[in-house]
């Protein structure tokens, strides 16, 4: 190849090539920094020492360093046209033995670096390599392929040695990196190639500008020729030049008024063109144009821009962008058209866009141009619109027709003079009128308006339509179909772009079963359902109503009654007998009560009565007695009769309080002391009875805090034989040391502790107080001494009766001989069964039992012989009047008959010698009573007993 190019250009070429080789000089600079740079890298992994790569490494950069002085002073001294060729062969002999060296630096590293350097890994040699041969090889396609032989005897030696040593040695470890070589030798020679080639046609291009070059100046020749030929011809030329400005200038004027007129017409053309793009801008249209001739179709984007795609390409875009369920029809569409089957091909279908949004389109093309021979169309143009916004419009007045007609309330369209215009079935359904019946008519005139307020609001309905375009409220309707029910309707007004009323739009709900559900939930929330009476809520609301509204109301009574043993009488009756019977109180109390205010059921057996105290009512104390009247006759419950009585409280407004609570709780209290006097009465409120109650209150916390504090002291009263005069036992009794009250005597705090849970807390105190006391006695010797403690029915009915003293037994390690319980008859009148096995238990853990106060109580010889008791008391009241002959008879009647059942008779109260003796022709058993000792505390009884025992046993001794 080199030799033909050598033959067939010119010596001047020689010349540049060789001008060119100064690219050699840059090329052996640029191998010798590549190898001095290979040679660092090794030496910063490794080390500078001595060894063969170092050697070699010395002798390439002299070798290349001599290289270039020669490359330099040749091109200085040999760049003649003389020495052109001697320089061509001194520069193929540098590339040989540099492409030698640097062959031989890849056998020397891959085989004998490596024996030197047994560290060296195999990825820093093949980096080594790569390196040198890579770099290099990469240099030699920028300087040496404009001469393909210097490339050649360069390239070649530099990779023959590892090419062989590979052949002879191979590298199973590193064939991948190998292969990777001889891909990079190839490919390398490839360009190295075309490189050539390139230079190869400049250079030939370089020669045709030289034979360009000799003729251009054999023109010029020609021209000076011609030139003075010319001239000769110009002076003919000015005469004809004359003539022709002349011509020229007629046909300027000419070219001016024809410019003038396309100037309009292509002004007038742009016009219209604007306005055709306007139009299709404004209406979203895309002309397209399709040459089936040519197979392109042109398209006008969004940018008025028109795109040409080929027809094939486009034909199958289409199965991209159209909707899968449209393509086939639109295909089919477009196929029938282009057969001439249809006179215009129009189809709407879905594309997608870039953004991968789905749209829809319209699209209308038509065939213009068909060949004539055989009716195969050539041209067809057509326009597509946008109508995603219209098709989106369509499914919203799809679903806003749907939702008209399947909406839960009902819903109207008016005109401006309030004339239906549309119904939906829910509102035709809500009338109970055909729709046909109902369009056309006026907005209230499907109502009934018989009254003139039904009008007259209806009327004012309309006017707030007109005067604030709006309405909303609740009311009642009844229309032309008797239907009537509950509405809550909201009108709006529909303006236009210039603010008039088009139309009215009404929603309807039908509210009628949420009304009757509230009337149903205020029934229940203000009435009791049994009494039919309001409630407690409801009382208290109304009251405070009345007491706030002074100015129609100035005074009036709070009644409160309260049906008397209303637990004991609904306990005997069943459930349902109880409320009838409270159905009954009930309706009595409305009927004796007409000219109340209000007449509520509070509780189960609680009523309350507001009533106005005016002169045109009867007195309050006429109303209470009528009431009390009233209840005096029978009612009759399951076919029995029952008399029920029924206590009163009263409290007036504003005497009595100015406040519900003041009123309420004053009248409870008038009711309370009414219960307290045993019903069937009527009570007023009175400030000194609740000055009363406050200190009762304030006593009953003081008791409390009483029992906590350790206030509570036990006092003991001897009780004496009557025969021997001997200490028999003691009385165990409370007192009640107050911290600023001082002693407080029983009679003032019991019976408030038995009307509370106080009394069984007191009495679970003195039994473990006794049971201490006594065993503190046994210790000291007094061991046939007992105590007697009172028990009450609370105890008993509590249940923890035997618990406590079988704990006191136990813990204070005393029996059942060393007590005795005092029990009241009233104890005997609740619950008798569960009394009579609560002291049979007590019996048979020998303890004694005492009937206490009898005679004052609820007494019956019954329970004499009934209950298993030991000891009879006879109380102080009898005692005192002892010489008075009725009270003796009667005193000695109980001695006589307690005796004769075989019960222990104790006497109480004695005072005075008299009594004393009395008692004692009587043959009564046990005397106790001031005459002999006041009760004593723990300290002063142990020293009565000891005081007791020593005159005994002087007594004995004389």
Same mark, same amino acid.
């Given at each position: ?63 290349? %360093? ?24 001194? &520069?193929?002999?540098?590339? %040989? ?57 360069? &390239? ?28 990079? &030798? ?162 709407? %279908? ?127 309707? #009844? ?155 029978? &009612? ?187 029990? #009241? ?111 004593? #505390? ?21």
């Amino acid at each position: 190849m080199l030799g033909v190019h050598e033959k067939s250009l010119p010596h001047f070429i020689y010349t540049d090539q060789i001008n060119y080789t100064n690219h050699v000089r840059l090329f052996i600079l640029s191998v010798f920094c590549i190898s001095l740079l290979d040679y660092l890298l090794f030496g910063f992994f490794y080390s500078f020492n001595a060894n063969i790569f170092t050697t070699w490494i010395g002798i390439t950069l002299t070798l290349l %360093f001599c290289f270039y002085c020669v490359c330099h002073f040749s091109l200085k001294h040999y760049s003649s046209v003389r020495f052109a060729q001697r320089t061509n062969i001194t &520069f193929q002999i540098i590339c %040989f033995f540099t492409g030698l060296l640097l062959g031989v630096s890849t056998i020397i590293i891959n085989y004998f670096l490596v024996k030197d350097v047994p560290d060296l890994s195999g990825s820093h040699v093949l980096t080594l390599t790569a390196l040198l041969l890579t770099s290099s090889h990469i240099i030699a396609l920028t300087f040496l392929t404009q001469h393909i032989r210097y490339f050649f005897l360069f &390239f070649i030696p530099s990779i023959t040695p590892l090419v062989i040593s590979q052949i002879i040695h191979r590298d199973q470890e590193h064939s991948l990196f190998y292969l990777a070589y001889y891909s990079s &030798f190839f490919a390398t020679l490839l360009c190295a190639q075309a490189t050539f080639k390139i230079h190869q046609r400049l250079y030939q291009v370089l020669e045709k500008n030289k034979q360009l070059i000799d003729v251009a100046e054999q023109h010029n020749q020609w021209t000076e020729e011609l030139c003075q030929q010319l001239q000769r011809e110009v002076n003919k030329s000015k005469d004809i030049e004359a003539q022709l400005q002349f011509n020229n200038h007629l046909l300027e004027q000419k070219v001016r008024e024809r410019t003038f007129d396309l100037t309009e017409m292509n002004d007038s053309l742009q016009e219209h063109r604007q306005n055709l793009a306007f139009a299709h801008e404004t209406a979203g249209i895309r002309p397209w144009e399709w040459n089936l001739e040519n197979n392109t179709v042109g398209i006008t984007n969004s940018h008025r821009k028109e795109v040409t795609r080929d027809s094939e390409n486009h034909y199958s875009l289409l199965h991209k962008i159209v909707h899968p369920d449209d393509v086939e029809r639109v295909k089919n569409t477009l196929y029938n058209h282009l057969c001439g089957q249809t006179k215009r091909y129009e189809e709407t %279908f879905r594309i997608k866009r870039p953004s991968g949004e789905w749209v829809w389109i319209h699209d209308v093309g038509q065939v213009i141009l068909r060949n004539p021979k055989d009716e195969t169309p050539l041209r067809m143009v057509g326009i597509h619109r946008d109508i995603n916004q219209e098709k989106k419009d369509q499914e919203r007045l799809k679903l806003a027709a749907s939702v008209f007609e399947q909406a839960s309330e009902g819903i109207f369209i008016l005109d401006e003079s309030f004339h239906y215009l549309e119904i939906n079935p829910k509102y035709e359904q809500l009338t109970g009128l055909d729709k046909q019946f109902i369009l056309e008519k006026q907005l209230f005139e499907i109502t009934k308006q018989n009254k003139q307020h039904h009008y007259n609001f209806h009327l004012s309905i309309l006017d707030t339509l007109h005067e604030e375009y709006e309405y909303e409220g609740e009311f009642q309707e #009844t229309y032309l179909s008797e239907k009537s029910c509950f509405l809550w309707i909201h009108i709006n007004a529909v303006k236009d772009e210039a603010d008039r009323i088009i139309n009215y739009i009404g929603i309807v709900s039908d509210q009628t079963e949420r009304k009757h559900q509230e009337q149903r939930l205020s029934y229940l929330t203000n009435y009791d359902t049994l009494t039919d009476l309001p409630n407690r809520f409801y009382y208290h609301q109304q009251l405070h109503q009345y007491l706030i509204n002074e100015a129609s109301i100035q005074h009036l009574a709070v009644i409160r009654l309260n049906i008397d043993r209303f637990r004991a009488l609904n306990e005997l009756l069943s459930n349902q007998a109880g409320n009838e019977l409270l159905k009954q109180v009930a309706q009595r109390l409305r009927i004796s009560n007409i000219d109340a205010l209000l007449v509520a059921h509070l509780s189960a057996d609680d009523f309350a009565i507001i009533y106005e105290m005016s002169p045109l009512h009867p007195p309050i104390n006429q109303l209470c007695s009528n009431i009390v009247e009233a209840f005096s006759k029978p &009612f009759y419950i399951a076919d029995q009769e029952y008399v029920v009585s029924i206590s009163i409280g009263v409290a007036i407004y504003p005497e009595h309080g100015r406040q519900v609570d003041n009123l309420n709780t004053h009248a409870e209290q008038a009711l309370t002391e009414a219960k307290r006097l045993g019903g069937n009465t009527i009570r007023y409120y009175s400030s000194e009875r609740t000055n009363f109650v406050a200190k009762h209150t304030d006593l009953e916390l003081d008791l409390r805090k009483a029992i906590q504090n350790n206030e509570l002291v036990v006092y003991y009263q001897p009780k004496i034989t009557t025969q021997n005069c001997q200490i028999n036992g003691f009385e165990a009794l409370i007192r009640w040391k107050h911290p600023t009250k001082g002693l407080i005597m029983p009679d003032i705090f019991i019976p408030l502790a038995e009307s509370t849970s106080l009394i069984s807390d007191i009495g679970r105190f003195v039994l473990y107080e006794a049971a201490k006391q006594l065993q503190e006695w046994q210790k000291l010797g007094f061991t046939q001494i007992h105590i007697a403690v009172n028990i009450v029915a609370q105890q008993i009915l509590r249940g923890q009766l035997l618990h406590d003293i079988d704990a006191v037994l136990d813990q204070y390690s005393i029996t059942g001989e060393n007590l005795e319980l005092e029990i #009241t008859e009233s104890a005997f009148l609740e619950n008798t069964e569960n009394v009579k096995t609560v002291l049979c238990a007590l019996k048979e853990r020998n303890i004694s039992i005492a009937l206490d106060d009898f005679g004052t109580g609820y007494s019956s010889l019954a329970y004499l012989t009934e209950y298993p008791i030991d000891i009879l008391k006879i109380d102080r009241a009898f005692i005192s009047k002892i010489g008075n002959p009725k009270q003796d008879a009667i005193v000695n009647a109980m001695i006589a008959m307690g005796r004769t059942i075989g019960l222990k008779v104790v006497a109480e109260g004695v005072e005075t010698e008299q009594q004393r003796d009395y008692l004692k022709r009587q043959n009564c058993d046990i005397l106790q009573g001031y005459l002999f000792a006041k009760p004593l #505390t723990a300290i002063h009884a142990t020293e009565y007993l000891q005081q007791h025992m020593r005159l005994s046993i002087a007594r004995y001794s004389i």
